[in-house]
Every structure is written in C-alpha cells, then in structure tokens.
C-alpha cells in the first residue's frame, strides 16, 4: 500500500490532508467537487446498468471511447490547435463508444454471436484501434499527447476551471434525468416485454440509458480514465444491493456511495500525484464494497450469519424448555393435578425426548443456565427456575396454537405462520387465538399458565 | 411436427373476419432466423370467452402470443384489437408473461411489481403517486395476498409470484387479457383461485387468451379453445373442436397416453 512507501510518505500529512479533505483550497475544490458529482451520477447511472445485467457492456463503451478520443485530438492538431479542447475530445470519444456498443447490440440482434462474446470482441478491437492511434499521435512531430494519456489511467488534477463546470454540468443534468426516468428504467430493467407491451419505445429508452452510461464514461475520463471508469459504474450499485432490497433505496445509497469514493478519492490523488487517480477513486470505492459485502444489511455476509446463529440459538432454546415441559407433563398425570408442576426432571428423559446427544444438551443447559432459565442441573437431573417454568409453558401453548392453527388453517397457514415467533399473538388476531385455545382446551395445558405479556424475550 | 402441410380443415379457408372481434389475426406468419415458427394463423377471437391455446412443447404458443403483443417481428399477418390497429389499442391488453420471463431477484416489492401494471395510464416522467399504490394494492388483494405485498419478489413462492404477475395484469384494467402458463407450477388451491379470477373477468365481458398445458382440465375451464402446431390445426368452442381427433392432430400419433386423455375427455363432454 501507498502508506508504506517513504518516499510517498514523506509528501503526506494530516495537516494537508484535513486541507483538502475540507476543500480549503480552490484547485483541489473543484476537482473534488467535481469528481463527488462524477460518482453520484456514475452511482444513480451505474445502478440501472448492473439491474439491466449490461455491465460488460459498459466496459466495452468505456474502451472504445480511446480511439475516438485519439481521433478528436488528432483532428485538433490538423486544425492547428493544440488538442487541448475538452468539449470536442469528449465528444470524438463518446461517439466511438457509444458506436461500439451500437455494434454489441447489432452482433446480438443480427448474428448468433453471443453477448459476452460480441462486447469482448468490440472491446479489444477499438481498444486496439486507440492504442494503435495513440501511438501514431506520439510519433507524429510537434504534438504533445501527455494530456491523452492522463484520461486512460485518470489525472483528477489535471482538471481546468472551465473543463470543472461543463464536467459538474454533465454529471448533474444525468443524475436529474436518471430520477426523471426512475419508473421507465425501472420497468425497463425489471420486464422489458412488459413495458413494450404497454406500447414503450423500448429500444430507445435503452439506447438512451446507453447514451447516459456514455456520458458518465466521458465526464469520468479526466479523473478516473477510461479503463477504471466502468468499475466506478459498477461497485457503488453492487455495494448499495448489499444494504437494500428496495430500488429506490438502492438508487440513492449507490449515489451516495459513488460521490463519498470521489471525494475521498479525489481528495487522496491530489495529495498523492504521483498515483494514477482513478486507482485511488476505483480502490476507496472497493473497500466500501467489500465493507457492504461484510457488514451489508439485506444481504452482507456477517449480518446473514448472525441471523442464522441467533435463530439457531433461539430455536434451541424453545427445543430444550418445551422437551423440559413435556416430561413435566409426562411425570403428573394424575387427575387430581392435572397440570405439570415444576420439579426435578432426568436428564436421560430430555435427551431421549429429540435427537439429541447428551452432548448438545449441555451445551443447551449451559446456555439456558446463563440466562436463568434454571434452577440447578447436573449429570443426572435438571430443574427449571421459576422464570424458566413460565418460559416453558409459554413456548409449549405457542408451539401448539400453531400445531392448531395448521391444521385448521392449512389454507393460509404457510404465509401467516412464524413458528420462531415469540408469540403467537404476535401475528394472529386475539379472536383467532381465542378459537384456537378453545380448540387446544381439552388438552392438559393450562390456556394461560402465567399472565402473557408482549415482553419480547432476549 | 411430422405432418405441417395437412390440407386445412375445410370449414376454414378464408373466414370472415368479424368487425369487432376483441382479437383478429389474419395471415400471421412468425419466423425467428429465417425459420417460420407459426403459419398462416386465422383467428378471430369471440368477446366474453375464456380461451384455450393448447399444443405440445415448441408448438408456438409463446411465439403467438408475442406476436399478437407485437413483442416479435411478424413476417406477414395483421392484427387487430376491437377492429383497430393494435398500435392503436394497447391500453386495452393486459399482459401475463411466463413466470420464468423475469429476474425475481429484482430489488423491488409485490406492490412494485404490479404497481408497474398501472405505469401505462401514469405517463412519462410522472411519479407513481399513493392512489396508484391503492389501486395496486386492491389488485393483490384480488388475488389473495394482499398481506404479502411488501414482500421482496424473491421471497415469495412460485405460485405467488404466478399471482403478483396476474395482479399485475388486473391493475392494467384491460378488455383482452394474454396469459403465458398462468397455471404452470401452481397448487390445486391457487389453480382454483387463478380460474375464479378468470370467471370473474369473464363476467365483466373481458376476453382471455389462456396458453394451457393440462388437457385434463381444459373442457372444465374453457369455453373456447385453439389447438396449435406451429399452424392452428382447430379453433372453436370447446364441446365442438376438444377432441381426440384434434388432439391426435396437434400432438401427433405416438403418444397413446394422449389418446386415452382425449377419450376421457370426450366422454366428459357427453
Ligand atoms: N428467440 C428465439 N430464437 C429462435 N428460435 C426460437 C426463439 N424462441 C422460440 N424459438 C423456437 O420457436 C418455436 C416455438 O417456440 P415457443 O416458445 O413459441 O413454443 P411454445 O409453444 O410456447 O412452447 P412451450 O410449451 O415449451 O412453452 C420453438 O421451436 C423454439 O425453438
Ligand atoms: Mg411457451
């Protein structure tokens, strides 16, 4: 990492990072500012693109742009010009990718050329064009083409004030038309026999999605180039899926994602010159990925397993007191007392009672015994706390409303039934509950054994 | 798909096309790479029906009903919705893609997805607005799980996701409905929901064009029916066109289990 370079080091300290984190000067304030803008419009654009599944395709728009570039710059210099003129680079680069993923979707709908194949071979074939370009713009005397190679690897810095207000322009007039379109792309991406069923001018809502995947890979060619350019398209969205299921959400948190990598970014790059900056932009993006992809709370893979041993640990719980609870009512059938009492219970009955080893029984007792569930246990018997009697007896009525409930409901029972729910009231209404205990009131458990409260268990 | 050049039928030639048939297509070829798939398809659709379209796998079913939706290039053929154009009449077509159609890991709910039934009368650039909601809502309550409507589609089960779809449609408030398969992997339970549904659209005057695959149970729920082999090999009311020599027809003569089906069949009929 950059960190433990000396050299790079030695250029890097707080006092300046604070100054351009805080964009206290006005160079890095525009490239900053302008780069933020780049990634919420790259995060709203970006998250259509991955829900259409065309992120290749916007790979492959990205590196045909290089030979169009080349072209526009090599027309400035036959003009006479220096081919410093942004406008017209971006225009000459837009034209060939976008001309390039016209000839994805042509070899798609045209020939039995598959997709992945079609982007690959239309990708590598215009990259190869630019760079040939490119080498004969070096070779050709008096021009200078440093600039040209700064918008493959990006050069945030190399920004001019008059490039940082059409670029900011751009990226915010894309992310306005993305919210306008929000519904049409939506349907677009979701069903699009659909929407051309409700009389949609599909193809050109595609195209015009395309058109505003294009614009974000010019407008982000100066800061990130043209070759990291689609990740920035892609890992903001992929990162934001992680946090919601819902679009809308997934829209915004994308956006935001996009403009917090281009600010830190851009803010890093410009201490940091010598690095190529869309590396740096593409790198703080990814950590927020990867940190979704972990901590993501619709889909992250820690939050996922946490759920499933916190089930895990509840479901045992429920297990062990009612298997407690039945012995108990295994061990007082006698009419006089015809509901259980809590005493002392064997625990060869409990392990007998499911398949359990006597191992996993422990490990349950020991867990219930921290959260004073019993009174006293050991290698021969166990007894239950006062507290975990009433527990017992709460998730034993649970446990068979439910029974109840699926077999006299059976036709709606598999979308209403939670059986890991803390109570059946929870989830029924009091007068289906009610029906149900009158159905449950034959059997030996008492209706209520303990005054119920909503108390959520921990 | 041995027999594709059989003489047409010879009540058939060249019928009238009514005015004001919901569906009339004349002359519809399809082809997908030089290779027509449906030819010659003569239709006209009666009002108020529920319609049948049965034929085996690769038949052209889908392909139909894409065509008549205009979601594929027709070789030939014109088709016409209530004696227009159908440019001209979408707003009166639901649609019910085949479930498999879509990504169901879409990060959108139920009530999205057939909130987009009521996208067609919302316009351009306008945002879905609550009473759009309510009316979507209403539609899944139509169908029975209006409690799921906040559901991510993934998490629901197939014959839910059968039904989100069919909710869908209703919200679209159309007078000819095109269902793929509603009844593919559905339980008994839904399967009769999904008729009731029908019935009632049918009540309203609405017409439904149903691709089908249980022969079983298509005399109990249709009244019309088209069997297809990539040419429609007979189309009419049920009672008249449901038979063993029509099916032996469209699915062929190798298969005897068809043959017993079509007889039990017949004698249902009678
Ligand atoms: N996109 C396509 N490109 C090329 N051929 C296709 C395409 N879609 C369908 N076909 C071919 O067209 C024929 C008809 O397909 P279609 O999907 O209409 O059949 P179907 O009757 O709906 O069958 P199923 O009962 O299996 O749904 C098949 O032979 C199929 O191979
Ligand atoms: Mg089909």
């Known amino acids: 990492m950059f960190f433990g370079d000396p050299i790079l080091l030695a250029t890097f300290s707080w006092e300046i990072f604070r100054e351009v984190l805080f964009l206290q000067e006005y160079n890095t304030r525009t490239v900053v500012t302008s780069t933020s803008l780049l990634g919420i419009s790259a995060g709203m654009v970006g998250s259509f693109l991955l829900l259409r599944k065309r992120s290749l395709m916007g790979d492959a728009l990205s590196h045909a742009c290089l030979p169009g570039l080349v072209i526009a710059f090599l027309v400035l210099v036959l003009f006479g010009g220096t081919g410093r003129n942004l406008p017209i680079l971006l225009l000459g680069a837009g034209a060939t990718g976008l001309f390039g993923s016209a000839m994805v979707l042509w070899l798609r709908n045209h020939t039995r050329i598959k997709d992945d194949a079609g982007m690959g071979i239309v990708l590598s074939v215009f990259f190869g064009a630019g760079v040939v370009l490119l080498n004969i713009a070096q070779k050709m005397p008096g021009t200078r083409t440093a600039g040209l190679e700064s918008f493959i690897y990006g050069q945030a810095a190399a920004m001019m004030r008059a490039d940082f207000i059409l670029l900011s322009v751009l990226a915010v007039a894309i992310t306005l038309w993305c919210l306008a379109l929000k519904k049409e792309f939506t349907l677009l991406c979701f069903d699009e026999n659909f929407a051309r069923s409700l009389g949609w001018p599909v193809q050109r809502l595609d195209l015009f999605l395309l058109l505003l995947i294009a614009a974000v890979t010019v407008v982000g060619m100066q800061a990130v180039g043209l070759i990291l350019i689609i990740a920035f398209l892609i890992i903001p969205a992929a990162a934001a899926r992680f946090w919601t299921d819902n679009l809308g ?26 690095l190529p900056a869309g590396a740096i932009v593409v790198l703080v993006a990814s950590s927020i990925f990867i940190f979704s992809l972990l901590f993501g709370s619709a889909r992250g893979i820690v939050r996922r397993n946490l759920d499933q041993l916190r089930l895990r640990r509840k479901i045992g719980r429920q297990h062990l007191l009612r298997a407690v609870y039945e012995t108990l009512e295994q061990m007082s059938p006698t009419p006089d007392d015809p509901f259980p009492r809590n005493r002392p219970v064997p625990l060869e009955r ?59 409901h059976a036709d709606i029972a598999p979308s209403h039934v939670d059986r890991d729910a803390d109570s059946v009231e929870h989830l029924l209404s009091p007068e289906m509950v009610r029906e149900l205990e009158e159905k449950l009131g034959l059997q030996n458990i008492p209706a209520s054994p303990h005054p119920l409260t909503r108390e959520v268990h921990p | 798909m041995t027999k594709t050049n059989l003489p047409p039928a010879e009540d058939d030639p060249h019928p009238e096309h009514s005015r004001d048939a919901p569906l009339s297509i004349h ?85 999205e997805v057939v909130t987009m039934g009521v996208y067609g009368s919302i316009g351009w650039f306008r945002p879905v607005l609550r009473k759009h909601r309510a009316k979507a809502q209403e539609a899944l309550e139509k169908v029975g799980i209006g409690h799921l409507a906040g559901r991510q589609i993934s998490q629901l089960s197939g014959g839910q996701q059968q039904r989100v779809f069919l909710a869908r449609a209703l919200a679209q408030e159309a007078q000819l409905y095109f269902m793929d398969e509603p009844f593919a992997a559905v339980d008994a339970a839904t399967e009769r929901a999904i008729v009731a549904l029908l019935r009632e659209l049918q009540q309203q005057g609405k017409t439904c064009l149903v691709v089908h695959h249980d022969l079983a149970t298509v005399a109990r729920y249709f009244d019309h029916v088209i069997l297809l082999n990539m040419r429609v090999v007979a189309a009419g009311p049920t009672a008249e066109v449901f038979h063993n020599e029509n099916l032996q027809k469209t699915y062929g003569g190798k298969m005897p289990l068809l043959e017993e089906a079509g007889q039990a069949l017949r004698q249902n009929l009678s």
């Not at chain 1, 996009?258 to 830190?264: K, L, R, T």
């Not at chain 2, 399809?30 to 006209?44: E, T």
């Not at chain 2, 027709?74 to 639901?94: E, W």
């Open chain 1, 249 to 274: 959400r997934m829209l915004f948190l994308s956006a935001f994602i996009g403009g917090i990598s281009g600010w830190v970014g851009a803010s890093l790059s410009s201490l940091l010159p010598r």
């Open chain 1, 350 to 408: 409990i392990v007998a009672q499911r398949s359990w080893t006597r191992q996993d029984v422990r490990k349950l007792l020991r867990r219930a015994e921290r959260e004073d569930h019993l009174h006293e246990w050991n290698e021969r018997e166990l007894s239950l706390s006062e507290s975990g009697f009433g527990e017992a007896s709460r998730i034993t009525r649970n446990h068979r409303l439910w029974e109840i409930f699926m077999i006299t």
């Open chain 2, 27 to 111: 002359d519809l070829t399809v082809a997908y790479h030089r290779k027509p798939v449906i030819w010659d398809i003569d239709l006209d659709l009666p009002e108020g029906k529920l319609i049948a379209v049965v034929g085996p796998n690769g038949a052209g079913k889908s392909t139909l009903l894409k065509a008549c939706l205009d979601l594929i290039p027709r070789v030939s053929g014109d088709i016409r919705v209530y004696g227009k154009p159908y440019r001209q009449q979408r707003s009166l077509i639901g649609y019910v893609p085949q479930r498999e159609s879509v990504d169901w890991d879409f990060p959108v709910s139920a009530l």
